[in-house]
């Protein structure tokens, strides 16, 4: 299969980019592994969208959902696993077969950072929207940063939440640390970070420095670091392939700077191809 465009990754940056693409008739796969939407799954709510009021991020999942379907644009869900240079062109490897294009465009994202001495149980998570369907339990985070307290916020709408920091939040928005701090069902416990995890019968038992307690969940969210390892290194500075979103930005990352990167990667894709094409 050829198309001039290969587009891995289906959040914010993705689909921006497959938008302005399908609006200019230029043949692209959308490709995602799993559902798509990047992290504005675990965002509470959204507040820095110009043209929206604050709204939750599985919202405007639904929005971006919409939008593909009224464009008739489809994803194909696949695994990228290798991403090879070969001649003018890229050969994508994916875990249905291969796909052959002219560009790629690599939103994929970020992964999470991990603890794999914290890993004992499959109670122990790293993204928050895995545990949006537990009701009425206690859930403990590990963070400090913006992603643990908004993480926070939302799992406590149905549940009690203790969330452990490393050092003070300085980087946190002040109203996130606010809202946390004034919600009976939040404690937090700054500069007291989690030192282990054992399973004890069907909760978790962590320890800090201060305290020993019991909890049925455990939120790893200790950072993130770019979803590239499909891709060599020296590919990254080739002239056919964009980068997109969190995978390029990093911690900077925002839904609307990743949506201007997914455009800014289609406008410079579409002009190429009108200068190949006048030759």
């Known amino acids: 299969m050829f198309v001039e465009v290969a587009i891995v990754g289906a959040g914010p940056a993705g689909i921006t980019c497959a938008i302005q693409l399908e609006h200019h008739g230029i043949e692209f796969s959308l490709i995602e592994k799993e559902r798509i939407g990047g992290l504005l799954l675990n965002a509470n709510l959204v507040e820095n969208l110009p043209l929206l009021p604050p709204i ?24 990228v696993r290798t991403i090879e240079k070969i001649g003018s062109g890229f ?8 796909i052959q294009s002219r560009y790629i465009v690599l939103a994929t994202g970020t992964l999470p950072k991990r603890i794999k001495a914290f890993e004992v149980s499959p109670r122990i998570v790293y993204e928050p929207f895995k545990l949006f369907d537990v009701v009425g339990k206690c859930i403990a985070i590990a963070g400090s940063g913006e992603a643990a307290f908004d993480a926070a916020l939302n799992l406590a709408k149905r549940n009690n939440v203790v969330l452990f920091t490393k050092h003070e939040p300085h980087k946190v928005s002040p109203k996130l640390i606010e809202r946390a701090s004034k919600l009976k069902n939040i404690e937090l416990k700054l500069c007291e970070p989690v030192k282990s995890v054992q399973v004890k019968g069907d909760g978790l038992l962590i320890s800090t420095k201060a305290s020993l307690a019991f909890y049925d969940y455990l939120l790893i969210s200790i950072g993130r670091r770019a979803n590239n390892g499909m891709i060599s290194e020296d590919l990254l500075n080739c002239e056919e392939l964009f980068l997109a979103g969190d995978v390029k930005r990093g911690a900077l990352g925002q839904a609307t700077m990743a949506m201007g990167d997914g455009m800014e990667a289609a406008q410079k894709i579409i002009e190429r191809l009108r200068r190949r094409n006048r030759n």
Do not use: F, Q
């Not at 050969?91 to 291969?98: A, R, T, Y």
């Open 91 to 98: 050969v994508l490897h994916h875990s249905d077969g291969i």
């Open 56 to 79: 939750p991020g599985k919202e405007v999942v639904k929005m971006l959902k919409n939008t593909l379907e009224r464009r008739g644009i489809d994803i194909l869900y696949a695994t």
